[in-house]
């Protein structure tokens, strides 16, 4: 150890004088002493001559004896053993004990494989069950332990082995196990099941029991032959990074199979380029005859250094004449090795490098190698791959970046701390990035800061990602400092591209980002050369930290707002939003830019650009369950617009009115915060739309006013929309219109002319290839099937629906079906199904500020149906509450107050049911909605049965029986008042006109006001 190193572990905190005179005053001590012949120094360094059970250990390792690895691992390094007053030295020597761990693990691990591999179980459990011991919660130990448990068929192993994980993983972490993990174990109790149960087969060594010892010691032959000595050794940290099993897989597939191609693994500093680089070649070391040579190039000053320590990697007596390169191909020849280059950034402008790689490939037929850098070499025969941040999202249990972090807070701090962070993991992963280096960093502070004072301090922040840990490397002590450096290395016009694309938010559209960066596609290019940028398909992704310190630069240099002028006018040039088409913005970081773009039209109140923006936006936000942001941004154009002041000259006059008209005509629409606001702004709008002949902004006016101007006015609008859609060619709003106006008919009960809409609506997605619109569709078909009682068309639309969603993504729209997945389990009979149905329900539309007034009316319908009156009612005046009834007429009101009727006439509560009855009577006449008729004339007839109406009451009821448009659920109503009336079932259809329903609901409410107090008529 260099002595500067030695002296700032053990006085970390006194000046560098006075620690380098300590040291010297301690070396003499010992030197006088009885470790003297153990200890070795010269003016720079100091060193022990001992041989220790460390080195052997070591050399095991290296020279791949995993039994004798195994053997001599004795537990922590110097375990105990502590000085006190010497942080910085306890960090070493935890990270020494950290390191040697890992080594032990991983021979651990393969020396269990092999085991497993030639039928010796017991040694595999042995080696699994020791793993386990020092670390509880080892997932890889568990398979490792449950598969030698298999072999031998011992399913209660397997399934003991299960139930003691789960347990403690619990009391660690204070979670459950990953249900994926469970099930692997329950696979493998099978397999241990079936062992136990099958015969032997004649050949032993196939089944149970291990080898025979002619068999072992063939094996142990033939693997000899395949290896002889590996006497390049191993590479120094041949263990499993979490979260790369997929990468490591991938680049060992190519390193095998790709000889004459030289792979090359590209990344920012810290992104785990080395760790995952050896992870690789300890995953293939076996499959090369002579081994694996490292030589790692990142801190050497030169080519010709480095070539003197690829000699050493691969044990080249260099001599004086031949150049060295030649030299190292000979000594490679024919050999089967991997040659791993770690760290070539400070070469890749060297021409000695590019001519070392043509050699060696030339050459060396069977050299197989891998690269690392920071930058890209460019060379024909080297294949690039671009290193990516640990993922920050898992399917089941927590993401590997959170692993990390955790496990990085246990190694560092101990495991209370890591159990008191893990609330805060997954945030602190996505504020670090994902990136491995800024991980561990970030977990260093632990033993310092509360996990909730960490959380903030990374927000934003750099200080926490950086340490004066002298036992790392100057170049991975400080990720600002690893941007800097990177960004120094830029010629100005690439750092303009770098803070103008960190300007803009996640992922970009790679066509996109070209146009973004200023310096167009070899600008881009430049940028991923120097690992800045990768590609994710069609994707330009900036990692998040480099983002942050690129926006960090365009703030200050004021770059930022030419990113976005860029942006905007690469958005308008590039997507054909001003169609109204918003499946250009599927994607949810287009979808973000298109925001941005938003907001950057307002402040330049750019009205061409809010017009070009404004339908697609919209429609686009609404279908990611964004609605509520619509209003914020058409208010914000719409003030903007309206302060525009006019222009300079005549010249100009006309052009710039008639922009501002076609924005205001598209926005306006969306901009309304009431009822009454809305439909001011939406009938302004529509004005706006015939002064410049605007289709597309006169179709989305009119489907506005739809909706809000219920009965014959209603079909005055929709026909004005559909003309309008069809003249635009807007063929996804009228897809959209045809879709939600079925889907109200369908409530208001008008079944027939909702299904030749949604007939049709289904035809123009299918055209179009709109799959997300085709599971909108079968949402709605299913209400319709709902409200007629087909439970099974409804099962079939909802899977359908499903389906769809899924495929595309659309987590609310999926979030939205939940409504009829919990009212088809209400009709089916299972109120804790439903009610467990409408949690889901709630739960997953709450990140998208929830759906209240669905809530209430699901909440009303299940207390309705099963009885509970009090559930019902306080969940039938919140709904009436979020609706304002009652002076809004709608579907929500006029359902409720219908309702309402029915339970108060069944609580004789007759001042209350008249007053309800004719709310959903007036209702009903408005909407023009044959399924309130239907309900108020069952109410009305319930209502008179109940006044001593018999004859009024079994004329209504079978009005209302008799009616197409009486839904479902409401049969069981109208069952049990024909029963109460003596009345076959179906009662005989009453042929009337709606005159005389309307005079016959009017006596039913007289004779109700007539009844006193007592109830009698």
Known sequence: MRREELAALLWPEIEDARAFANLRQTLRTFALGELAPLLERDRRSVWTAARTDVSGFLQACADGRLADACGGYGGPFLHRFEVADAPEFGAWLDGERAHLHELWRDAALRHADDAIATGHWDEALRLADRLLQADPIDTSALRAAWRAAAGGGDAHGVRRRAETFAARWRAEL???????????????????????????????????????????????????????????????????????????????????????????????????????????????????????????????????????????????????????????????????????????????????LAAFLDLILARCPRTHLLLTSRERLRHSRVSVIAVAPLARRARFGRSPAAQLFLRAVARLAGRDAARAAAAVAERIASQAGGVPLALELAASWADVLPPDQLERELEGGWDLLRTDDVDRSSRRRDMRAIFEEVWLRLEPRDRQAWARLASLPGTVDRSVAASVVGTGWRGLGRLRDRGVVRWDGDRAVLHDLLARYGAERARETGWADGAWDAALAAVRQRWPLAAGDPRPLQHPDDLELAVGAWWRAVAVVDAEALAHLSIALFRAMEHAGRGREVGDLARAAWVALEALPGPGGPSRRQPLAAARRRALARVLPFAGRTAA?????????????????????????????????????????????????????????????????????????????????????????????????????????????????????????????????????????????????????????????????????????????????????????????????????????????????????????????????????????????????????????????????????????????????????????????????????????????????????????????????????????????????????
């Open 174 to 352: 204070d979670e459950d196990v990953d249900a994926d993990l469970m099930r692997d174990g329950e696979v493998w109790w099978q397999e241990a099941r079936k062992r136990a149960d099958a015969p032997l087969p004649e050949d032993a060594s196939a089944s149970r029991g291990p080898r025979s010892p002619p068999e072992a010691a063939a094996a142990g032959t033939e693997r000899q032959e395949r290896d002889p000595a590996r006497q390049l050794g191993r590479p120094r940290y041949a263990i499993r990074p979490i979260g790369r099993d997929a990468a490591i897989a991938d680049v060992a597939a190519r390193v095998a199979h790709d000889p004459g191609v030289a792979l090359l693994l590209l990344g920012p500093g810290g992104i785990g380029k080395s760790v995952l680089a050896e992870a690789v070649a300890g995953a293939v070391v076996r499959d090369f005859a002579d081994g694996v040579a490292v030589a790692r190039l990142e801190t050497l000053p030169d080519w010709p250094a480095s070539l003197r320590a690829i000699a050493n990697a691969v044990g080249a007596a260099i001599v004086d004449g031949p150049p060295v390169d030649a030299q190292i191909a000979d000594a490679l020849g024919r050999r089967h090795v991997l040659l791993l280059l770690d760290g070539i950034e400070p070469h890749v402008d060297e021409p000695g």
């Open 677 to 1017: 606001e809305r439909r001011r702004a939406l009938l302004h709008a529509m004005a706006a739309a015939r002064a410049v002949d605007d289709p597309l902004a006169l179709a989305v006016a009119a489907g506005g006013l739809l909706f809000l101007e219920p009965g014959d006015r209603a079909e005055e609008r929709f026909a004005c929309a559909r003309a309008a859609h069809e003249r635009a060619g807007d063929q996804v709003g009228l897809r959209q219109l045809l879709t939600e106006r079925g889907g109200d008919l369908a409530l208001r009960g008008r079944f027939r002319e909702a299904d030749r809409l949604l007939t049709t609506a289904l035809a123009l997605t299918r055209e179009l290839g709109d799959r997300l619109a085709e599971a909108e569709v079968h949402d709605a078909r299913s209400t319709t099937a709902l409200l007629r009682g087909d439970l099974a068309q409804v099962r079939t639309h909802l899977d359908a629906a499903w389906s769809g969603f899924a495929t595309e993504g659309a987590a609310f729209r999926s979030a939205l079906s939940l409504a009829s997945e919990t009212w088809l389990a209400m009709l089916a009979g299972g109120r804790e199904d439903a009610e467990r149905r409408l949690a889901t329900f709630e739960q997953r539309l709450a990140p998208y500020g929830g759906a209240p007034v669905a809530s209430a009316v699901l909440r009303a319908s299940i207390g309705f149906h099963f009885g509970d009156d009090e559930a019902f009612v306080a969940a039938a005046r919140r709904a009436l509450e979020l609706v304002g009834a009652p002076q809004r007429v709608g579907v929500v009101a006029a359902l409720m107050y219908a309702m309402l009727a029915e339970r108060h006439v069944a609580a004789r509560a007759w001042d209350e049911a008249v007053a309800a009855l004719s709310e959903a009577a007036r209702m009903a006449r408005v909407l023009d909605a044959p399924r309130f008729l239907a309900h108020t004339a069952l109410v009305a007839a319930i209502l008179a049965e109940a006044s001593g109406e018999p004859a009024l009451a079994g004329n209504l009821l079978g009005f209302a029986a008799g009616h197409p448009a009486l839904e479902y659920e409401r049969l069981t109503s109208a069952r049990a008042l024909a029963a109460r009336l003596v009345l076959p079932w179906p009662p005989p259809a009453v042929d009337v006109s709606e005159a005389t329903a309307w005079g016959w609901l009017a006596q039913a409410l007289a004779a109700a006001r007539r009844v006193d107090a007592d109830g009698a008529s």
